[in-house]
């Protein structure tokens, strides 16, 4: 059977052998795992056992698993992570397997990331639709958005008016888990507060303090050029304890993007095309557009080299002129400004 995620919560009766979650969508993967997991304890499964495919996982873990109930439950929940959504010859035959003949009093749950047209069409795949349950959650289309949005006020309490679904549209559109958090973050607000604040303008007013300094703000000001605002972020978010690791490591993502772009471009393809293609988002559209009208594709290849010797800097495999790693990011920052450093 298959279903969407969003129809987890609704479906009734026993839990089927073999579930498997997966999607473009993380926030709603991960919600209709949690909504499962409740399921699966008011049913009697008490037992859970957590495991994740990752480089060396022994298969045989899971069917050991399956075989080793407690003395204390009644009931198993085995979860498996399954980031890549690619589980090989052997997992594939043994996640068939469970589907067709799962073991008495135990259900398994797989989390999994993208799984494409071709994997869909594999025999553990379809097995798992037959005999088991296949809930997926494909990529949230900007014009759904603010229906998600209106959705998750609803569901929250608020009121979904036109200025609160366009603050929320023009701030996280095309990610929902800082949208969801947002929301979330104004319901505790609007529960605090006393009469006196308008739902706007409190909303107004988190938004503006919750995305000051915020690392995603820092990148779009780099890729913008503007030199001014990316010294001072980059200041705010070094004062305010954010790890100079983690600004790297998004820092260097959002220039291998823009590799990608830029070569897809200088390779004649059209830039709606592209960001189309590459799923830029409408309201990053024109901070990108900038980005490479001011670098060509051997400018962001250079920057991508030049953030891969940050990398190995903080990791310790080569030396650095500064004394400071946060310098460093400094100087790639102003770099992809268009400023000479």
Known sequence: ?????????????????????????????????????????????????????????????????????????????????????????????????????????????????????????????????????????????????????????TSRGLQPDEESIALLSYYFEGNLLAAAQEIDRLQLLMGETGDGISQQEMLRESVSDNTRFNPFNFIDACVQGDSKRTLRMLDGLRGEGEPSALVLFLLAKEIRNMTLLAWEINRGARQDDVFRRYRVWKNRQRVVAAGLRRHGYDSWRSMLRQAARLDKIMKGRATSESHDVWFDIERLSLRICGTQV
């Not at 279903?3 to 993380?26: H, K, N, Y």
């Not at 909504?35 to 957590?50: K, P």
């Not at 959650?137 to 959705?151: S, T, V």
Request: net charge negative; hydrophobic share 40%.
């Open 1 to 153: 059977m298959r279903l969407d995620c969003g129809q987890i919560a609704r479906r009734s009766g026993p839990l089927a052998p073999v579930t498997l979650l997966f999607g473009d969508e993380p926030l709603l993967v991960e919600e209709a795992s949690d909504q499962l997991r409740a399921v699966a304890i008011e049913q009697g499964y008490t037992e859970r056992t957590r495991l994740m495919v990752e480089k060396g996982f022994d298969w045989n873990e899971l069917i050991e698993s399956g075989q080793s109930l407690s003395l204390f439950a009644e009931r198993r929940l085995i979860e498996l992570r399954l980031p890549t959504g690619k589980p090989g010859a052997e997992g594939g035959a043994i996640l068939a397997g469970l589907a067709e003949n799962p073991p008495e009093d135990t259900i398994v749950i797989v989390i999994s990331g993208r799984i494409d047209s071709s994997g869909q069409k594999t025999k553990w795949f379809k097995t798992v639709e037959k005999h088991g349950l296949v809930a997926a959650a494909p990529e949230l289309k900007p014009e759904a958005f603010p229906g998600w949005l209106k959705q998750r006020m």
